[in-house]
């Protein structure tokens, strides 16, 4: 099956783009973004991820301001055959300019949300270490993604049931994520012999500061044992102009970072944070966080019951739902993943921006997890 970007030099294997080179069910390809102002009076996260093998193409938007409610929208289709073709219903993304400017509409539906974004990058591509994760019992890899992050600006509009929000890029970051590979998503698989789940921990942290951005990601075992962990740190420009084109070779990667967390009283949510970068060369960083805001990741179908992402939905489906991220009941499964907006200082006193990413599942012997969803003390 062929498709528009087949006509591009841009082959990996002997078969056409259409054709991924594993047949595991579960390989994806996803566009992420966020986007937050630094007083943490509101968020909003877009995603949109195609399944080859599952015949799934889905997307979500969901908006969270300060006091009020999260509002989500979420759409599937079957996975169109053309890559290009990047649309569910009423929402789409448009790639004006690669890894320069997306734009993402949300036209009227029946969930109340809409919106008109522009995306503008202030970075250049940052490309993450390959992420590979091995099943706790057994053989088989239940993750192996690349991934990529860009820092920018955003422009435009969102409208939603409780307002809207004048979106301006003098005030609004945001981060674009872009991965593909394998990982687990949608319906899970049956038959074979009963395996024993196992613990994970996983940390994100882009963060902004007024002429760089740090960032860190760290998987940890159920001993806190590093799986993954990095962390780099590279230069903001002013105008898309001034970019790389695509890898910066101003980015500096870190020998290794650390994070350390202290957690709400009965929950695995954040309550405050600290990330240490340690140089090839020179003296530890370390950026303390404060959470400001918090946005439930289920918004997006991360974790949800009913939209997670990559399930047979049906030809074309669309939903929503509104909640009040401060009267969940945190341990429950699809609430333990979460982002929230933080104030970020570091060593030197310096103030930024960003968010911190985290799911803990499981035994977690850093924070004293002994079970698979026991709160901190």
Excluded at 195 to 221: E, K, Y
Excluded at 260 to 273: C, D, F, S, V, W
Excluded at 282 to 304: A, R, V, W
Aim: charged fraction near 25%.
């Amino acid at each position: 099956m062929l498709n528009l970007l087949d006509d591009y030099p841009v082959h990996q294997t002997p078969e056409p783009l259409a054709h991924p080179a594993t047949s595991d069910r579960n390989v994806y390809d996803r566009t992420w973004f966020n986007g937050y102002v630094a007083d943490g009076s509101w968020y909003f996260g877009i995603g949109m991820a195609i399944y080859p093998h599952r015949g799934v193409l889905d997307c979500a938007f969901s908006v969270v301001e300060a006091g009020k409610l999260q509002h989500c929208f979420y759409g599937s289709r079957r996975a169109p055959v053309e890559r290009t073709d990047m649309g569910v219903g009423p929402f789409r993304i448009e790639i004006v300019e690669p890894m320069r400017q997306t734009r993402v509409i949300l036209e009227d539906n029946d969930s109340g949300i809409t919106c008109d974004l522009t995306f503008s990058a202030r970075t250049g591509s940052l490309q993450e270490a390959r992420q590979i994760l091995t099943a706790a019992s057994g053989t088989r890899r239940v993750m192996d993604a690349t991934r990529f992050d860009q820092f920018g600006r955003w422009t435009g509009w969102i409208r939603h049931p409780e307002g809207e929000i004048e979106v301006d890029d003098e005030s609004c970051h945001g981060t674009k994520d872009r991965s593909w590979g394998v990982r687990g998503v949608g319906e899970r698989e049956t038959g074979g012999a009963p395996a024993t789940p196992g613990g994970i921990c996983f940390v994100w942290t882009p963060l902004i500061f007024d002429d760089r951005i740090a960032h860190a990601i760290f998987f940890d075992g159920p001993q806190g044992e590093a799986l993954v962990r990095e962390g780099f740190q590279a230069p903001i420009y002013s105008r898309e102009a001034d970019i790389p084109a695509t890898e910066d070779p101003a980015l500096e990667r870190m020998a290794t970072a650390r994070h350390r967390i202290e957690y709400h009283p009965g929950t695995r949510l954040a309550k405050q944070a600290e990330i240490d970068l340690l140089p090839l060369q020179g003296d530890m960083q370390t950026i303390s966080l404060e959470p400001l805001l918090k946005f439930q990741m289920k918004g997006l179908g991360y974790g949800h019951p009913e939209w997670k992402q990559g399930a047979w939905q049906g030809e074309l489906a669309t939903g929503h739902e509104s909640f009040d991220p401060r009267q969940l009941e945190m341990l429950a499964p699809e609430n333990l993943h979460t982002q929230q907006v933080v104030r970020a200082v570091d060593c030197q006193g310096r103030v930024g921006t960003g968010v911190i990413e985290q799911i803990c599942v499981g035994p977690y012997a850093p924070a004293g997890f002994e079970g698979f969803l026991d709160g901190a003390n």
